[in-house]
């Protein structure tokens, strides 16, 4: 979801643009390699300007790029040696073999394995080690778990918080042991690698850590997705599997799982120019004023979130019915801010950890908005999973420490009736 790495005059290279880019604010000519703005001196400024008070301002400051979904134009174009970015079915994963395991996998609350929500490709090109770089973000789909989230993403690394969200950031150098160093062809020949895990046959995400003691053709990632496939038709494949392993109805690689959401392309496009007109919010300053109005001075305090919240919320909406199909927003800059639907509830400059792996400061690169909700088909029901948006904070450097999936970090902001409810 950037700026292809290669520099060939291919034309499969512009279809990979075409489809997969994702701009920088300094990115107008495609053919040139810039490097994004990300120097010590950037770092340095960044910090200074993290005060509250500059925050509503400088929203708009940024070259945003919006990403929508699309069904897939083929069976082959989300397959992982295309580095796409994608939404719902199964994680194209970019490191195919060091896949996330134990702990990582699960939603931290409720203890089932996380459902894949989307992935962004995302390459940088300050360093050879982040040629291939990809976003993956997987979540519960209980909303019960998203509300209890709400409390564990405030909570210090040290108090072991127990997310029902997590993010996982995997890069790759051009030379690897999976891909072609050259451009892939868009055009459907080139076969995926051969080199992978084995994956879980219920839901197509984690590793097959198990297999299936009957047949030992079926894997699983947990006893969970073992004894739902069971349930939902191996009870009845198992026995011909266990006579003749090569007699399986379903193909392998095929998830059987009837709940995981449904899968698109992420294709993106820059966000146009704010005009000055509406930069100023003249529309959220109005709303605001007139519910100022509205509830009286019964509590001053009180009133002045209110109206925080309201003129955010304002903001949010303004921008985001420009192009209401928007699924994501993503920026690459150490100044990005992403845009929040309220004020409040928003994470201050220390609840957002620092990298695990390296321990610098990490930046908001990703945000996704609850429109994917309506792709996905998920009714609009009283305990049916919402959000108002996630935002996904990665380490400012990018760091090559420690496992080959690193978790980064996400925050939830859920709709004000929904958090309301919670304790
Ligand atoms: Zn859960
Ligand atoms: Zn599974
Ligand atoms: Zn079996
Ligand atoms: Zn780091």
Redesign the pocket.
């Known amino acids: 979801m950037s700026r292809q790495n290669y520099q060939t005059g291919d034309s499969s290279v512009e279809n990979l643009r075409r489809t997969l880019r994702i701009t920088s604010l300094d990115d107008d000519d495609d053919e040139e390699d810039e490097s994004p703005p990300n120097n010590t001196t950037n770092l340095i400024n960044r910090m200074d300007e993290e005060d509250e008070d500059d925050e509503e301002d400088e929203e708009d400051e940024m070259a945003v790029t919006i990403g929508f979904v699309e069904k897939p134009k083929h069976d082959w174009s989300l397959l992982p040696h295309l580095f796409p970015s994608k939404a719902g079915g199964f994680p194209a994963w970019l490191d195919p073999v060091n896949l996330p395991s134990g702990s990582s996998t699960v939603c931290g609350i409720c203890g089932d394995?996380l459902q894949f929500l989307l992935q962004v490709y995302a390459p940088l090109f300050e360093k050879k080690s982040t040629f291939h770089r990809t976003l993956f973000v997987f979540m519960c789909p209980s909303m019960k778990c998203l509300l209890q989230d709400q409390h564990e993403q405030w909570k210090r690394p040290s108090d072991n918080p127990s997310r029902s969200v997590k993010v996982y950031r995997c890069q790759l150098p051009r030379s690897n042991p999976f891909y072609s160093s050259e451009p892939p062809k868009h055009n459907g020949t080139v076969k995926p690698s051969e080199v992978k895990a084995a994956?879980?046959?219920?839901?197509?995400?984690?590793k097959?850590c198990s297999v299936c003691g009957n047949c030992k053709t079926a894997r699983?990632?947990?006893e969970?997705?073992q004894a739902a496939h069971w349930h939902k038709g191996h009870n009845n494949e198992c026995r011909k599997l266990a006579i003749d392993p090569q007699n399986s109805s379903s193909s392998p690689g095929k998830i059987a799982?009837n709940s995981i959401w449904p899968q698109f392309e992420i294709v993106d496009e820059d966000e146009p120019e704010v005009d000055t007109m509406s930069e100023n919010g003249g529309y959220a300053t109005a709303l605001a004023s007139v519910s100022h109005v509205d509830e009286g001075f019964n509590s001053l305090i009180h009133s002045f979130e209110a109206d925080a919240d309201k003129k955010s919320s304002a903001t949010f909406q303004e921008r985001v019915s420009r192009f209401p199909e928007q699924v994501i927003r993503y920026c690459w800059s150490t100044r990005a801010k992403p845009l929040w639907p309220m004020s409040s509830g928003r994470p201050s400059e220390t609840d957002v950890p620092k990298c695990r792996y390296c321990g610098g400061p990490r930046c908001f690169e990703l945000q996704i908005l609850s429109k994917l909700l309506y792709y996905f088909g998920v009714k609009n029901d009283v305990n049916s999973l919402d959000w108002s948006t996630i935002v996904i904070y990665t380490c400012e450097a990018s760091c090559d420490e420690g496992v080959v999936y690193k978790e980064e970090f996400a925050w939830v902001q859920l709709p004000s009736q929904t958090s309301a409810t919670v304790g």
């Not at 994956?199 to 984690?206: A, P, Q, R, Y």
């Open positions: 394995p994956l879980c046959s219920w839901c197509g995400t984690w097959g699983y990632c947990s969970k997705h799982s």
